[in-house]
């Protein structure tokens, strides 16, 4: 009964416009070994864009969320990143897969090394729904800034082009997987990896983007 009127409470709330409201977004802990803290200068730094640039007003508290937590529904974003080993448990997995249908939005960042993992686990969520990567035209893309070619190449890894993936659900994209990207590495500190602040930037955009695609859509 409770879960149940959680994910009402989550499906409405999602559409519903930023500007001049709190949100509190959040960082997925999951089991396995992998670093699902690394980057940890990011999404204050993308917090900080986006009410600067596109008007929202989320929370610059950002906590971490376990995987199979009831408090995930409190949040309509969440992060997820790391370069190592996923390990959902069948709690995690029946937990995570409510809250994407009840109207949560996962953003998985490769982080490098995360891809193998992440794909193996992500089928137990949803065994029947396949990632499809996300054409250009895709209103992700084309935001308040637009990324005609899709995602922005941030940081080199195996020379391999970047792409955005996505799991629809009902005609909603529940999940949006940035791969060879590593947008979370162009959205941390400069000094971290001394990127040029013109691709800092474009990390910066795209995730604003995905931001406001987040908490504006009318699916």
Do not use: C
């Not at 997995?93 to 490098?112: A, I, T």
């Amino acid at each position: 009964m409770i879960k149940s009127l959680v994910l009402i409470i989550m499906s409405a709330a999602i559409p519903v416009m930023l500007s001049g409201q709190n949100y509190q977004i959040a960082l997925l802990k999951y089991g396995g070994g992998g670093d699902w803290y690394s980057n940890p200068t990011a999404l204050p730094n993308l917090v900080e864009f986006a009410n600067e640039h596109i008007g929202t007003d989320i929370s610059s508290n950002i906590p971490t969320v376990e995987a199979g937590s009831q408090n995930i529904f409190s949040y309509p974003y969440v992060y997820m990143t790391g370069h190592g080993n996923v390990h959902f448990t069948q709690s995690d997995v029946e937990n995570l897969r409510n809250y994407m249908k009840g109207g949560g939005f996962l953003h998985v960042d490769d982080n490098y090394g995360l891809d193998p993992f992440f794909r193996r686990e992500i089928k137990k969520v949803f065994p029947d729904h396949e990632l499809i990567e996300l054409p250009y035209s895709h209103p992700l893309y084309h935001q308040a800034f637009s990324f005609p070619e899709g995602l922005p190449k941030i940081h080199e890894h195996d020379g391999k082009p970047p792409q955005g993936f996505g799991i629809i659900y009902e005609g909603r994209l529940v999940l949006f997987y940035s791969y060879e990207s590593d947008l979370g590495n162009g959205w941390e500190d400069h000094k971290v990896h001394g990127n040029p602040e013109e691709i800092r930037l474009k990390a910066l955009r795209m995730g604003a983007n995905i931001l406001q695609y987040v908490f504006n859509r009318n699916e």
